[in-house]
């Protein structure tokens, strides 16, 4: 577990001591002034530091934190696909309205119908702000003799090809199962626990190629080269030398396959103290009317065209739609988790 958090101010702690002295809470400031927290927001990530939920979650409270008038503070609890973070944000934060989790949705949905884990959703937790819509893409160091995605299936027709990943249970982990299926291609799926450590083995040639969310392989310029997209409609190919989709090259009828990363919070939060909840809800939607968040957020190196806010409907719907796309997957899924 890591935990940084940035530095609070002598006033706004003495408020908030002060505070929950006098009620034995510390609430939202109820004043015409601002209806503002007294203290620091403390997320939850359940990925490592360093990584792109991370960098997006820092960006983004840049700006919806003097929204707020407040501050925020992370910790980080990678382990088990994202199973250890969402236990302990569900289990051992308050359930007060200062406490968030930020999550990948894809991958930890896809977790969540998977391995079952010991809460539900959405009776325990809601999803509330997307930021963005990331497609996943198949890709290869500059170097590599791979130059087109053809040569992948090729080469996986004769030996197993190893292809990087961040996780198994990964919108790209299940392009790459339904393409091998497909084209009875032979692709070992390495898992490498998160997105740098992915690029990394990518890069050094450990892995023969990779599959992940396209921001992340943008922001490293011309290290890497893309060959493929896991959706047919590519609005990013400016950033990707145009690559094909894997469906107009195959014949395939793979989804599409993207990753979504979100604001959320306990589901008790939503019904005990609903003006803190839409407070976070309004506050966090203007962020994205503030053209300097866009400007910080090109600055990482990720296609700005990849911001795409989602309110709480939309959330649900597209993690709602990751468990029926496991559903559909699960046959191909669970044979390669427990191989």
């Given at each position: 577990?890591?935990?940084?958090?940035?530095?609070?101010?002598?006033?706004?702690?003495?408020?908030?001591?002060?505070?929950?002295?006098?009620?034995?809470?510390?609430?939202?400031?109820?004043?015409?002034?601002?209806?503002?927290?007294?203290?620091?927001?403390?997320?939850?990530?359940?990925?490592?530091?360093?990584?792109g939920a991370d960098r997006l979650a820092r960006v983004f409270d840049d700006f919806w934190g003097p929204l707020l008038k407040t501050q925020f503070e992370y910790n980080f609890f990678p382990g088990a696909a994202?199973?250890?973070?969402?236990?302990?944000?569900?289990?051992?934060?308050?359930?007060?309205?200062?406490?968030?989790?930020?999550?990948?949705?894809?991958?930890?949905?896809?977790?969540?119908?998977?391995?079952?884990?010991?809460?539900?959703?959405?009776?325990?937790?809601?999803?509330?702000?997307?930021?963005?819509?990331?497609?996943?893409?198949?890709?290869?160091?500059?170097?590599?003799?791979?130059?087109?995605?053809?040569?992948?299936?090729?080469?996986?027709?004769?030996?197993?090809?190893?292809?990087?990943?961040?996780?198994?249970?990964?919108?790209?982990?299940?392009?790459?199962?339904?393409?091998?299926?497909?084209?009875?291609?032979?692709?070992?799926?390495?898992?490498?626990?998160?997105?740098?450590?992915?690029?990394?083995?990518?890069?050094?040639?450990?892995?023969?190629?990779?599959?992940?969310?396209?921001?992340?392989?943008?922001?490293?310029?011309?290290?890497?080269?893309?060959?493929?997209?896991?959706?047919?409609?590519?609005?990013?190919?400016?950033?990707?030398?145009?690559?094909?989709?894997?469906?107009?090259?195959?014949?395939?009828?793979?989804?599409?396959?993207?990753?979504?990363?979100?604001?959320?919070?306990?589901?008790?939060?939503?019904?005990?103290?609903?003006?803190?909840?839409?407070?976070?809800?309004?506050?966090?939607?203007?962020?994205?009317?503030?053209?300097?968040?866009?400007?910080?957020?090109?600055?990482?190196?990720?296609?700005?065209?990849?911001?795409?806010?989602?309110?709480?409907?939309?959330?649900?719907?597209?993690?709602?739609?990751?468990?029926?796309?496991?559903?559909?997957?699960?046959?191909?899924?669970?044979?390669?988790?427990?191989?």
């Amino acid at each position: 577990m890591t935990n940084t958090r940035h530095t609070i101010n002598r006033r706004t702690f003495l408020k908030g001591s002060l505070a929950a002295l006098a009620a034995g809470v510390v609430p939202f400031r109820a004043t015409r002034a601002a209806d503002s927290p007294t203290r620091n927001m403390r997320v939850v990530i359940p990925t490592g530091q360093g990584g792109g939920a991370d960098r997006l979650a820092r960006v983004f409270d840049d700006f919806w934190g003097p929204l707020l008038k407040t501050q925020f503070e992370y910790n980080f609890f990678p382990g088990a696909a994202g199973q250890v973070g969402y236990e302990v944000y569900l289990n051992k934060r308050e359930k007060d309205g200062y406490n968030l989790l930020f999550g990948n949705m894809g991958p930890e949905m896809i977790m969540y119908a998977l391995q079952n884990p010991p809460y539900r959703f959405p009776q325990d937790y809601q999803y509330f702000c997307r930021l963005d819509v990331d497609d996943s893409i198949i890709f290869v160091r500059q170097q590599s003799s791979f130059r087109r995605l053809e040569d992948i299936v090729a080469e996986a027709k004769k030996r197993a090809v190893n292809i990087a990943v961040s996780r198994l249970p990964h919108p790209a982990s299940i392009g790459l199962l339904a393409l091998g299926n497909a084209t009875k291609a032979k692709f070992n799926l390495v898992p490498y626990g998160g997105g740098n450590p992915t690029m990394v083995a990518v890069m050094n040639g450990e892995a023969d190629c990779g599959s992940l969310p396209v921001a992340g392989i943008v922001a490293l310029g011309e290290q890497m080269r893309i060959l493929g997209v896991f959706n047919d409609d590519n609005q990013l190919g400016r950033y990707t030398n145009n690559a094909p989709s894997v469906n107009k090259v195959f014949g395939t009828k793979i989804p599409p396959l993207y990753s979504s990363r979100s604001w959320a919070i306990h589901a008790e939060v939503i019904e005990k103290f609903p003006d803190r909840f839409a407070l976070l809800e309004k506050t966090s939607k203007q962020v994205f009317d503030n053209p300097a968040y866009k400007e910080a957020y090109a600055k990482t190196g990720a296609p700005v065209e990849t911001i795409q806010y989602g309110d709480r409907a939309t959330c649900t719907r597209y993690a709602m739609a990751m468990v029926d796309l496991t559903n559909e997957y699960r046959t191909l899924l669970s044979a390669k988790t427990k191989g």
